[in-house]
């Protein structure tokens, strides 16, 4: 039995003859994969073909690269035309700046990874080449920074958006434009950086380590997860709030069809992508994840910026 890559298995058959003994084996599935993947036993860095694998990468690739281009289409407009310019399209654009610098490092990361840009894959047993590791350690930081910064300007722009409902509207003040940018790019700065230094120290105790690989471990992930599950909750909080301070003031205007209070409820929903709160039954990972969840995952997470997009069109 030859194991590939992604726990793939080639079985050798014997057959039981009827005369007690056994027949040659049959090596027929082992032959094809040598044959036309000369490199796909385990080993040599893994290349054994995987559809699901290249579907998921396929359709993450597609899709960030479409939503980079229209979010850097958008952001071009939205700066020369000094019009409409205003606090909630400075905290929208930096949103969709955020969600450019993470697709766009995150199809980097991707692309290097699935070259083995820093691993030796000439013999079987791959060898890390340690001299590009800061390299392979700086594209994985800001992967990881850039997805928490966009979570954090979702948050900073529910918040906004869920100010413009309430009592906050009727201030004449508003917080000074630097406190947004604390906020959205300081605030993930320092999650991160206490995340590098804790997962630095573990990493640094396994002498087999390489590039913090694999990074989604520990309870010390929680430093990360745990700061976009509050943001994306919060979100949550703040997207349902929006819809009660709508129904109530169509109540008290006294146009309380269900018809209309049913579509400004839909209208109200249609942020959920924008805010993010669609990814937070991705929290939960399976055991063992299906093609559907993995599919599901790769779709759901790279449309949300093409949404974005158009949602930043009709605003």
């Known amino acids: 039995m030859y194991p590939a890559a992604n726990a793939l298995q080639f079985n050798v058959q014997r057959l039981c003859q009827s005369n007690g003994t056994w027949a040659d084996p049959i090596y027929s599935q082992c032959i094809d994969v040598i044959k036309y993947h000369p490199q796909c036993i385990i080993g040599f860095c893994r290349t054994c073909p995987d559809l699901l694998r290249e579907m998921v990468i396929s359709v993450s690739l597609t899709l960030s690269i479409i939503s980079v281009a229209l979010l850097v289409s958008a952001l071009v407009l939205f700066t020369i035309f000094d019009s409409i310019q205003c ?23 991707t692309v290097v990874q699935t070259s083995n840009v820093f691993q030796d894959c000439s013999s079987y047993n791959p060898v890390p080449l340690f001299e590009y590791e800061w390299v ?38 508003e917080a000074p434009y630097y406190a947004y940018l604390l906020c959205g790019w300081g605030v993930p700065f320092l999650v991160v950086l206490t995340w590098t230094i804790v997962h630095q120290h573990r990493s640094s105790q396994n002498h087999n380590s390489f590039c913090w690989l694999p990074y989604a471990q520990g309870h ?33 205007e006294n146009t309380a069809e269900s018809k209309k209070i049913w579509r400004t409820i839909k209208a109200t929903l249609l942020l959920v992508p924008l805010l993010g709160v669609s990814n937070i039954p991705l929290f939960y990972e399976p055991p063992e994840p299906s093609s559907a969840y993995m599919l599901g995952s790769a779709i759901l997470q790279h449309s949300q910026v093409s949404y974005s997009h158009l949602v930043g069109w009709s605003r």
């Not at 994985?140 to 309430?166: A, H, K, N, P």
């Open 220 to 252: 010390h992930l929680w430093i990360l997860a745990g700061a976009m599950g509050v943001a994306l909750t919060l979100n949550l909080l703040f997207l349902l709030g929006i819809v009660v301070i709508l129904v109530q003031k169509l109540r008290a």
């Open 136 to 173: 392979c350690k700086l594209l994985l930081w800001l992967v990881i920074y850039f997805q928490v910064s966009s979570v954090m300007w979702m948050l900073i722009e529910g918040g906004y958006l869920y100010s413009r409902f309430t009592i906050f509207a009727m201030r004449h003040t």
């Open 87 to 109: 606090r909630r399209l400075s905290i929208h654009k930096n949103l969709a700046a955020a969600f450019v610098f993470r697709f766009a490092v995150l199809a980097v990361w």
